[in-house]
């Protein structure tokens, strides 16, 4: 079957509490990863939480990249969604891994728009 598109769920655990709670490093983040995925940037947008926490999102031509941080925790919550099937949406994983420095990664991948 082919898609229309990969969408990668990535779950960090032990990252770095001051990384995932810095509002210049997680648009640093988003910029990279999305460079690192051949993207073409349209948009990018984070915002920071009162107590603690971040949430950005990049939007790209391709489809997006997301990340949710909850810094008490150590753990992001990030998304790399492209119907670029041809980009190295691995070397997003390790993009947002060099900004989080996560002590444990899960990687999930998702086909989107599965067609016969």
Known sequence: M???GKHLIIEMW?????????AKL????????VEAVDG???D??????PVHGVTGV????????????WPEHGYAACDIFTCNLDADIEAGVEALKKHFLPTQ???????RGLQN
């Open 2 to 4: 082919k898609a229309l």
């Open 44 to 49: 990018c947008r984070v915002v920071e939480f």
């Open 105 to 111: 990664t899960q990687v999930m991948e998702v086909r």
């Open 26 to 33: 997680l648009d640093r983040a988003l910029r990279d990863t």
């Open 14 to 22: 032990g990252a770095d509490a001051d990384n995932l709670n810095d």
């Open 40 to 42: 073409h940037l349209l």
């Open 58 to 69: 990049a939007i790209i031509a391709e489809s997006h990249v997301a990340v949710h941080t």
